[in-house]
């Protein structure tokens, strides 16, 4: 299923004039290519040319389409057609350590184009040929100084006073399809994605490129190197036949996906990829909207704004229930895919796959929103998607007054990106994981943020809905709401509000530091202790306000029958809630002292 979709992906790809070109077709590869060299018609070396794009920051390769596929791993001689790095195609390496190994790289790229030279009838050609039969690696040095800057990644050949690459050129091309045509080698098969009888793909390529965390040189999607993974003798990828064809098409999609910033996202150790049977707005922006919609810098490119604005007006359509199809139709039934991988050693590893339609994923996007909204978001803060729940699940860091500054990205639990994911993408329950991480770091550091308290709100009411006995926890704070855990834990916002006050707002550790964990998960040993602290805390304020605490503690204390023992994991979110709800309330309300909402 994966692999058909990524076949569709790339006939879509191909089958567009404006985007045909971000694609190999079949014979070829794209390779990072920093120098050219430049021929005169007759072979002699005119000059050695840079290719590399410098910007501001850095000088980066740039990506052509050159026959064949990326060179193979190894330690063997393995020539490229008219490409190849410098050791290859000049006999030349900076602080070369096996200088006879380099000698013989060049030999071997000279005799592979040697033994072509009469097949192929073009003039250029012939004056590579000629270069490569005069030219010797003793020359090098002569232009060290050049060479030395550009020889980074791969080179090609030109023909001095042409425009195009000498691998360009239609003779060359026509000689290239013909020699990659069938091979005997190959079996045939019944292909697993087109279902016709085609010659058999023994390797998957091009190797997977942009996965994070995968070898840098490529990772395989499909394969097989154990013979407890083959059956009836067949080897390598011949045990899931899928054809020559086939390969080369799902591989070049996918890694074209990889390679596109705005089809890309990565989440903890994840690399989530997206696209549409044919274009979607939400295909264009998903990245934007899976990483929360954050606001682009003042000096960024105005699409980049133009597209965060549509990004937010999608968000808050979703947040107050209206239909949203200025942006995104909700009868959209467009097939939309996301794939979620994962790097294991040599290979690829799939996180999640997700096979929707762009209505089905706006209205999973809609819940996900109710689900998590919560009150005491900052006004400009971008919503609560992926990235940012995962994030808060991290260490918190915080000043010297006990702020929050940021979470530590790398605590973050490896395995709940794709569950999270998932859960998003799907409409399925939040990871338990989620839950447990959240309260976990609660009780940890300290620190009841915004976006932990949604989270844990989200895991309680989606996870109880689909459990069929739902547990309704509203935006903002209930009074008249009597479940035990909530009102015990706006029962510790009050408290820690008293002591508080009672000195004046200047204390640098209250209550929730010492007492937060233990209160959560076992209230009947803590509170009836932290009740007779708060008569003293009491005595200390001003008549008004002492009036205005003790209606909001006895409205609160009526409400419970004792306290319990012990919470479980869902009660002590329950409480983590009630506190957070009680503490907003505490700080935001407008009403004059002594009234209880």
Known sequence: MILQRLVEYYDRVANDPQCADSLPKPGYSLQKISFCVVLEPDGRLQQFQSLLITSEKRSFARQLLVPGQAKPAGSGINPCFLWDNAAYMLGFKPDDPKPQRTLESFEAFRQRHLTVESSINCLAFNAVCAFLKSWSSDKAPEHLDTLKDIVGSFGVFRISGEQRFLHDDPAVVAFWAGHNTVNSENRRCMCLITGKEDEVARLHEPKIKGVRGAQSAGALLVSFNDDAYTSYGKEQSYNAPVSLGASFKYTNALNQLLGNNNRRLSLGDATVVFWAEQYTPL????????????????????????????????????????????????????????????????????????????????????????????????????????????????????????RLKSYDADSVPPMLAGALARSVFTGGPYPQMLLTSMINRLRADGIISHARVASIKACIVRNSRLKGQPKEVSVALDVNRTDPPYVTGRLFALLEKIQSDSMGGDLNTTIKDRYFSAASTTPGVVFPRLIRLSQHHMAKLETGQKIYYEKLLGEAISKLDGFARHLNLDDQGLFAIGYFHQRQNLFTSKKKEGAIE
């Open 283 to 402: 295909e264009e922006y998903v990245s934007d909207i899976f990483a929360g919609g954050s606001l682009p810098a003042d000096d960024a490119p105005a699409e980049d704004k133009r597209r965060a604005e549509q990004v937010r007006l999608f968000f808050t359509q979703l947040r107050d229930g209206h239909a949203g199809d200025d942006a995104i139709s909700s009868e959209d039934r467009t097939r939309f895919y996301a794939l979620g991988l994962s790097p294991n050693a040599a290979r690829i590893s799939v996180r999640f796959w997700v096979d929707s339609t762009v209505g089905e994923m706006k209205a999973r996007l809609a819940a996900h929103m109710n689900d998590i909204d919560l009150v005491g978001a900052r006004e400009f803060d971008p919503p609560l998607m992926i990235r940012r729940i995962l994030l808060a699940t991290g260490r918190a860091e915080t000043d010297a007054k006990g």
